[in-house]
């Protein structure tokens, strides 16, 4: 539609710099923009931002919009809403992505209702349709049975994108964008909402988004003892710990390690699931990985199914084997 141009981005940020789903988005906002003939911006919201600003362009930004407030250094789901509505709605982007992240899931379906606009969450890929510019969206369902193209009909077009689906440019230094501040009423600061408590949990070694090799454990590891050999591996290769939703909520491990539909979506080189009986909510947060080895004592195991390299076999004897001739090949 004539009333609605460019590419519009919501930026995520941490310690002041922008962080990695933010390069993801604008990489495919980049290509997007490029297919609709028209400029890509950047929405970055909190405070403390002037580096991130200038990485967001560093990125692939040709502008962006900075609303840079104290009072929005933690995040606000009213707040941030009432935000982003109002940036989109004086903006009035073609197509706006968000990360399908704990903030996207959050305020994607707020912002949306707000502007009536089209969304497709979970999204994988993402084109311009030559003829109509319309955004054609490609996201899964039935837990990654099948994949879904969906066609929006109002404007903006919204999306959120899944984490590792879509690679980012690379930087380059020599870009050159604009920064726009945006000034927002007092009032519309104040959310319904208030956070009584912020506990910042310590992750030792790499993040399960960021790892290369992830090294998971299910229920049939009956413990938190089981998780041992896990994390050994895991070590051993250089990756991190991943679990499903049961070992989290027993408290075997901490919640951040949870993969799945409700816990964290991953596309590591190498994904290992030790006694992990492949439930659809799981299968969905590690099919993308590149290779997925699966251990498991019942043959039948949707898990070795899913998995490109199965062993039939108790952990208790197949782990210990793994861990020896990988030491040995590392060594």
């Given amino acids: 539609m004539s009333d609605y141009h460019g590419v519009l981005v919501l930026g995520e940020t941490e310690n002041g710099g922008i ?18 003939g028209e400029e890509l911006s950047a929405l970055l919201i909190g405070s403390g931002l002037e580096t991130a600003s200038k990485e967001a362009i560093t990125w692939g930004a040709d502008r962006v919009y900075l609303v840079d407030n104290p009072v929005l250094a933690t995040y606000n789901s ?73 066609v929006p009909k109002a404007y903006p077009q919204m999306a959120t994108i899944r984490a590792k689906s879509m690679s980012p440019l690379g930087p380059d230094s020599s870009r050159q964008g604009k920064v726009i501040p945006v000034d927002v009423r007092a009032d519309s600061l104040i959310g319904k ?91 969905a947060g590690c099919l993308g990985s590149k290779c997925i080895v699966a251990i498991n004592r019942d043959p039948e195991a949707y898990m070795l199914k899913a998995a490109d390299f199965g062993v039939v076999g108790n952990y208790e004897q197949a782990l210990p084997a793994l861990i020896k001739k990988c030491r040995e090949l590392v060594s």
């Fill in 19 to 36: 962080v990695s789903i933010t390069k993801e988005l604008l990489g495919i906002g980049r290509k997007l923009a490029g297919e609709l």
């Fill in 78 to 150: 009213d707040c941030y809403t009432a935000v982003v509505a109002k940036v989109c709605q004086e903006v009035s982007p073609s197509v706006f992505l968000m990360g399908q992240t704990s903030m996207g899931r959050d305020i994607a379906p707020r912002v949306a209702a707000r502007l009536k606009a089209s969304l497709s969450t979970d999204c994988i890929e993402l084109r311009i349709a030559p003829d109509s510019k319309r955004l054609i969206q490609t996201r899964p369902v039935y837990g990654g049975n099948a994949v879904a193209v969906v």
């Fill in 193 to 283: 909402g208030k956070l009584a408590n912020r506990v910042k949990e310590e992750v030792a070694g790499i993040k399960l988004e960021d790892a290369k090799v992830i090294v998971a454990g299910g229920a049939g590891l009956g413990g938190p003892e089981g998780f041992k050999l896990v994390e050994e591996l895991a070590k051993i290769l250089g990756g991190a710990v991943g679990a499903t939703r049961i070992p989290c909520e027993e408290g075997w491990v901490p919640t951040s390690f949870q993969i799945g539909q409700t816990g964290k979506i991953v596309t590591p080189d190498l994904y290992i699931a030790v006694a992990i009986s492949g439930a659809q909510q799981h299968i």
